[in-house]
């Protein structure tokens, strides 16, 4: 029995996670830096469980496939487990206004007032909240994720279209 510190992981979570590299482009260092961030994150703490399998952890690429968003899920041995490809036509909308508002975020820094800086932020957060339910809807019967998960995720799924 172990004590709270020792207690194992639960198997129903990603170990890796890697952005394939001809998705995405080299960034400013913001980007790069919260791209790092959210893989870290994400590994840190998940809930990441595919349909059918209960065995785990996982292994987790994410790419652009002709324009579809592709999860290529494994096992820590890198053995293949599921691929799923997702259209972006119900994430493109919000990803769109998520930049846009990211970018009034950004100007805003340097120019507004706090309260309006805060305004801001509010509606990134709920276009950030509205991405990572479409994420959790997707995958519905797919993988099983849970909202903090969907959140990370939905920033790598930016994170690709960061490419310009």
Same mark, same amino acid.
């Given at each position: 029995?172990?004590?709270?510190?020792?207690?194992?992981?639960?198997?129903?979570?990603?170990?890796?996670?890697?952005?394939?590299?001809?998705?995405?482009?080299?960034?400013?260092?913001?980007?790069?830096?919260?791209?790092?961030?959210?893989?870290?994150?994400?590994?840190?703490?998940?809930?990441? =469980?595919?349909?059918?399998?209960?065995? /785990?952890?996982?292994?987790?690429?994410?790419?652009?496939?002709?324009? +579809? $968003? !592709?999860?290529?899920?494994?096992?820590?041995?890198?053995?293949?487990?599921?691929?799923?490809?997702?259209?972006?036509?119900?994430?493109?909308?919000?990803?769109?206004?998520?930049?846009?508002?990211?970018?009034?975020?950004?100007?805003?820094?340097?120019?507004?007032?706090?309260?309006?800086?805060? =305004?801001?932020?509010?509606?990134?957060? /709920?276009?950030?909240?509205?991405?990572?339910?479409?994420?959790?809807? +997707? $995958? !519905?019967?797919?993988?099983?994720?849970?909202?903090?998960?969907?959140?990370?995720?939905?920033?790598?799924?930016?994170?690709?279209?960061?490419?310009?």
């Amino acid at each position: 029995m172990g004590s709270p510190q020792t207690r194992e992981k639960p198997r129903t979570r990603l170990v890796d996670v890697k952005l394939d590299e001809a998705s995405i482009a080299r960034s400013t260092a913001d980007v790069e830096h919260e791209r790092a961030v959210a893989i870290w994150d994400l590994i840190e703490e998940n809930h990441f =469980a595919p349909a059918g399998h209960d065995g /785990g952890p996982y292994r987790l690429s994410i790419a652009m496939v002709e324009n +579809r $968003l !592709a999860f290529d899920i494994r096992d820590e041995a890198g053995a293949p487990i599921a691929a799923h490809l997702l259209s972006l036509t119900p994430f493109r909308r919000i990803v769109k206004d998520y930049f846009f508002v990211c970018e009034s975020y950004f100007a805003a820094i340097r120019t507004a007032t706090p309260s309006q800086i805060e =305004a801001i932020d509010m509606g990134r957060r /709920g276009l950030h909240n509205e991405g990572s339910q479409v994420l959790i809807d +997707r $995958l !519905a019967d797919k993988v099983e994720i849970d909202f903090d998960t969907a959140r990370r995720l939905f920033t790598l799924i930016c994170s690709l279209h960061w490419k310009g």
